[in-house]
């Protein structure tokens, strides 16, 4: 029964112990006055002074009721750096420093008592006190002498018999600096130690209980004189008596603290010169041999240190740090680039207490630059040598609150710890450091990293990498692979030379303005045309002082000279380009006065558009070369209605249209158009231009009209582009139409990773025959129309239930940017689209198409190309003058036109007959339409459901495959069938006639 009443207590102390850390002496009781420590006076907490005299000493314990004061000439002294480093309170014997009149039973002790004081005298005939319970109530007291008359002695109670009193004489060197510990106990006795060397131990102890009318007095000055003539630097007392291991514990703290030997139980040895000094806030837990133990210690540090999987009698662990005061401050370590505290500990071990946990207090660490969260955690090191290069072991912190805590810690003694994170990756000239990818280069796993890359060789990257930020010092280079990201979510400072190879490209993600700076470059290249005399629409992707020239063009030999010349000349090296071309626009729609004149030098800003012409080399690509500081944030585009802009991709990267074409809804129509000049164009004369538009919404992209020689044979065409994708390249400038005050904007969340040679983007200056694959369900046809001159326009039609409408959609509907003499559009609204959009695919629609003809002759039409078009739907090109239908899924419909404008004529439509019986419902026309994402059918102007006799459904076979003789809702679930052409057969009770119509499952 004794063993289990014997364990009962011991899980009850580690409980308590676990959550109430001992943050008192050497991690012994606790300092916010809830344990038996109910006094503490430290030279290193609350000492307030006047000069250096002390007018007031903060109890540590935490108990405010003990806290000293005195007055005048009553006051003791601080010298300070005295012992150590640390303090000491001096007294005279005429001084003192006093409790009020605040002792209580409660708050006392009685009866048992544990004192330690770290003092000495200056001369050893005194008779003084060092500390006194004050006034003396009878004989009953509480004191402490060293010494009396050349003796030490304590007394608890009743004065002064053996009982009370415990007292050695003939003690040498009293005038030197000793560590006294008393215990007083009724049950064990009393017993004084000096350096944890037992100097006597006697039994019994005389009742005491403190008295109202009494003050705590230390220096022992009662009367004005005969107080305590020394120093002392450290007082703590119990209410109770600690047991052996504390004992041993706080003695070991004094020991190392303010530089004392002990005798005995000397077990923390790291507090001497050979061992590297490390003397503050020493803490300890263990196990005496008499069973006793101490299993949970803060002390006065940040490091808490407990529950030890293994202890037995004998062992003990404790901890000590090299610094006093310290700021605790990360730096960052140059052998390894992590960011080290600027404070180690280190341990004494005796025997083999298992494994412990291990918490730091973090309110006192400066975390500023830790990321915390999902990135690297703050990690616990241990090494076996000083310079902690190679830890032995490193275990992860877990934080919650203000406490970072790691569980199994292995220690041996003489093992030195720290704390340390990684924030970045380094490049040091030479290698990486720190990175998840090859050779500890940063990969695509690193966003919670700064990238660092300092001069040497150059740093390559050869992987995507994902990074905080990124930082190129003075003479480094960064240069980023072919084809490859470097995503970024905060800065990037450039006072080296960052390269983006061929297609790679930056994304910064951080939302706001620029953080960008540096008195370095990032390097980009982009391809333009080489035909002389073509146009390409371009943006800078960089900024020198926020704004960009013109002239601080690049090719790959140096920067570009120009001339004012018509044509460029590709045979200087750098190449000359002709400054004729070089226009802005902003102004209203087809006033074509709004084209402003610039010079290489005139500043323009980013996010706008200028106009280039190609260069004249052979071939069909020209390079150029972007320098300066990476254009990055948030800018905006003033916008006046009815206005057209010329604007630009401004970032070092692809730029999702669909993404800036979300957030400038209400401010433009909602597309953008990309100039395109025919590669056969030969001239510098506006009326000899050859060249259209390509047009890009949330619906789908077209590409410019473009002479053709395929005849369409193949139903594919050869356009020497491909359509609009939903990324806009890099430098890539664009048209867009204002329809409301505002601003345009651009922000980095607009930003993608898409290359030009995958056909992720497209930049309109040379054969292409890439497209992109995207995940995008909607069905889109392409019609290819063929003019008699075999110039091949395309146009578009959409589905999109979620966005369409049968009406004009800002951003899915889109209108014609240019007019050939020859020309195909969708009217709608008194628009010419050249892109409609609509919400479902209905058999009965019949879609008019004008077609504008100048030119007598031939004209050709067919689906050049199709996306998630069904099996089944029928496309056809119908001729209502000659009642012609043509098979535009599998034939070229062949139209031999005069000149003229044909605006009723011609229309697309999905079947060659209407099946609706219209016979005696012109006044409630009922129609179907399906619903592709919920796999219903809805039938229209159907207000009086009771009304309904019958509803059955044909596959094309003529077999029934659903019927329905009442209806609670006009939404008929059609999921189980399969996809495919059905025809609806619908019998109303008002009237006799069956309304037929087809509709299209898909």
């Known amino acids: 029964m004794s063993q289990i009443k014997h364990l009962t207590v011991l899980i009850t102390l580690l409980i308590f112990n676990i959550n109430h850390?001992?943050?008192?002496?050497?991690?012994?009781?606790?300092?916010?006055?809830?344990?038996?420590?109910?006094?503490w006076f430290r030279p290193d907490h609350g000492v307030s002074t006047s000069g250096s005299a002390v007018d007031s000493w903060e109890n540590a314990a935490g108990v405010a009721a003990f806290n000293m004061s005195e007055t005048t000439t009553q006051r003791p002294t601080l010298i300070t750096n005295a012992v150590n480093g640390y303090g000491e309170i001096s007294f005279s014997g005429s001084n003192r420093l006093r409790t009020g009149l605040t002792l209580t039973a409660s708050n006392f002790i009685v009866d048992e008592a544990s004192s330690f004081v770290v003092v000495r005298a200056d001369n050893t005939t005194q008779k003084s006190c060092v500390y006194t319970t004050d006034a003396l109530v009878g004989s009953t007291r509480f004191t402490c002498h060293i010494p009396w008359n050349g003796?030490?002695?304590?007394?608890?109670?009743?004065?002064?018999?053996?009982?009370?009193?415990?007292?050695?004489?003939?003690?040498?060197?009293?005038?030197?600096y000793s560590i006294w510990s008393y215990d007083a106990n009724p049950t064990t006795g009393k017993q004084l130690y000096r350096n944890e060397n037992l100097l006597q131990n006697r039994g019994n102890t005389r009742n005491y209980n403190s008295y109202s009318t009494q003050r705590f007095n230390l220096g022992g000055n009662t009367s004005g004189t005969a107080g305590f003539v020394g120093d002392m630097t450290e007082v703590a007392i119990f209410k109770t008596k600690v047991n052996a291991a504390q004992r041993i514990i706080i003695n070991n703290y004094l020991s190392a603290k303010y530089d004392q030997t002990l005798t005995a139980n000397n077990f923390y040895l790291q507090d001497n010169a050979a061992n590297g000094d490390f003397d503050h806030n020493v803490a300890g837990i263990g196990q005496a041999s008499d069973g006793s133990s101490h299993t949970d210690s803060q002390g006065t540090g940040i490091v808490r240190i407990h529950t030890p999987s293994n202890l037995s009698n004998g062992d003990y662990l404790f901890w000590g740090e090299n610094i006093k005061d310290a700021t605790y401050e990360f730096a960052t370590n140059t052998t390894n680039y992590t960011e080290q505290l600027n404070t180690t500990w280190r341990v004494s071990k005796t025997n083999d207490l298992g494994t412990v946990t291990v918490s730091f207090d973090t309110s006192a660490l400066d975390l500023s630059g830790f990321q915390g969260g999902a990135c690297p955690s703050l990690q616990l090191i241990v090494d076996n040598d000083a310079n902690l290069l190679s830890p032995t072991t490193v275990y992860p912190l877990t934080i919650s609150g203000t406490t970072a805590t790691a569980t199994g810690v292995s220690f041996s003694d003489g093992d030195y710890f720290t704390l340390r994170y990684t924030d970045q990756i380094v490049w040091d000239g030479s290698a990486f450091f720190n990175g998840s990818g090859t050779a500890n280069a940063p990969s695509a796993a690193d966003a919670c990293l700064k990238l660092t890359v300092k001069a040497g060789s150059p740093a390559t990257l050869s992987a995507t990498a994902?990074?905080?930020?990124?930082?190129?010092?003075?003479?480094?280079?960064l240069n980023i692979n072919d084809g490859l990201l470097l995503e970024v979510e905060d800065s990037?400072?450039?006072?080296?030379t960052l390269d983006l190879l061929g297609e790679a490209q930056l994304i910064q993600n951080h939302s706001g303005p620029t953080t960008n700076s540096g008195n370095g470059t990032l390097i980009i290249r982009q391809q333009g045309t080489t035909n002389l005399y073509n146009y390409n629409y371009w943006s800078a992707p960089v900024n020198k002082a926020g704004v960009w020239?013109?002239?601080?063009?690049?090719?790959?030999?140096?920067?570009?000279?120009?001339?004012s010349n018509l044509n460029a000349d590709p045979s200087t090296s750098p190449i000359t380009l002709s400054s004729r071309w070089l226009y802005t626009f902003s102004g209203a729609t087809n006033d074509y006065d709004a084209w402003q004149k610039i010079e290489t030098n005139i500043p323009i800003s980013s996010a706008e558009g200028y106009t280039l012409k190609g260069s004249g080399a052979t071939g069909t690509e020209q390079e150029y070369v972007f320098n300066g500081i990476p254009n990055d944030g948030n800018y905006t585009k003033v916008a006046v209605p009815g206005y057209d802009l010329l604007l630009g991709n401004p970032y070092p990267s692809a730029l999702n249209?669909?993404?800036?074409?979300?957030?400038?809804?209400?401010?433009?129509?909602?597309?953008?158009?990309?100039?395109?000049?025919?590669?056969?164009?030969?001239?510098?004369?506006?009326?000899?231009?050859?060249?259209?538009y390509a047009t890009y919404n949330l619906m789908m992209g077209t590409s410019a009209a473009i002479p053709d020689n395929s005849g369409l044979t193949s139903g594919l065409g050869s356009a020497s582009k491909a359509k609009p994708t939903?990324?806009?390249?890099?430098?890539?400038g664009f048209f867009v139409t204002i329809t409301s005050t505002g601003f345009v904007t651009f922000n980095n969340n607009q930003r993608v990773f898409a290359k030009d040679s995958d056909g992720g983007s497209v930049f309109y200056k040379s054969n292409s025959n890439k497209s992109t694959t995207t995940q995008d369900n909607r069905t889109k046809i392409w019609f290819a129309f063929l003019e008699p001159n075999n110039i091949k326009k395309t146009m578009g039609l959409g589905y999109d239930p979620n966005h369409a409408t049968i009406g004009y959609d800002h951003g899915y509907d889109a209108i014609a940017f240019n007019e050939f003499k020859n020309d195909i559009y969708w009217p709608l609204e008194d628009k010419e689209l050249v892109i409609q959009a609509l919400p479902q695919i209905n058999i009965e629609d019949e879609l008019p198409v004008t077609i504008k003809a100048?030119?007598?002759?031939?004209?050709?039409?067919?689906?050049?190309?199709?996306?998630?078009?069904?099996?089944?739907?029928?496309?056809?090109?119908?001729?209502?003058?000659?009642?012609?239908?043509?098979?535009?899924r599998h034939t070229i419909a062949e139209i031999t036109l005069q000149s003229g404008t044909y605006e009723n004529r011609f229309a697309i439509v999905f079947q060659k007959e209407s099946l609706l019986n219209t016979e005696g419902v012109a006044k409630n026309t009922v129609t179907a339409t399906y619903n592709k994402p919920t796999e219903t059918l809805t039938l229209n102007h159907t207000e009086d459901l009771s009304n309904i006799a019958s509803v059955i459904i044909y596959d094309v076979n003529g077999k029934k495959v659903i019927t329905k003789r009442s209806l609670k809702s006009a939404n008929i679930d059609v999921s189980s069938l399969s996809e495919g052409l059905y025809i609806l057969n619908l019998k109303l009770k008002s009237d006799s006639n069956t309304r037929s119509m087809k509709f299209l499952k898909y």
């Open 657 to 692: 249209a669909d993404q800036f074409i979300t957030d400038n809804t209400g401010i433009i129509d909602g597309t953008l158009y990309f100039w395109e000049h025919f590669i056969t164009n030969n001239s510098h004369y506006l009326k000899d231009y050859e060249g259209g």
């Open 466 to 477: 994902h990074v905080r930020e990124v930082e190129v010092e003075s003479s480094a280079t």
């Open 492 to 496: 990037v400072i450039i006072d080296g």
């Open 854 to 888: 100048i030119d007598s002759g031939i004209y050709k039409m067919t689906i050049d190309d199709s996306q998630n078009l069904p099996d089944a739907l029928e496309v056809f090109l119908k001729d209502y003058e000659t009642n012609s239908y043509y098979d535009l």
């Open 726 to 732: 939903g990324n806009i390249s890099v430098g890539q």
């Open 151 to 176: 003796s030490v002695y304590f007394d608890i109670g009743t004065c002064c018999g053996t009982d009370a009193r415990i007292q050695v004489g003939g003690l040498p060197n009293l005038t030197d």
């Open 21 to 39: 850390a001992q943050t008192g002496p050497g991690g012994v009781g606790t300092n916010d006055g809830t344990s038996n420590l109910i006094m």
């Open 549 to 563: 020239e013109i002239g601080w063009l690049e090719d790959a030999s140096g920067q570009i000279a120009f001339t």
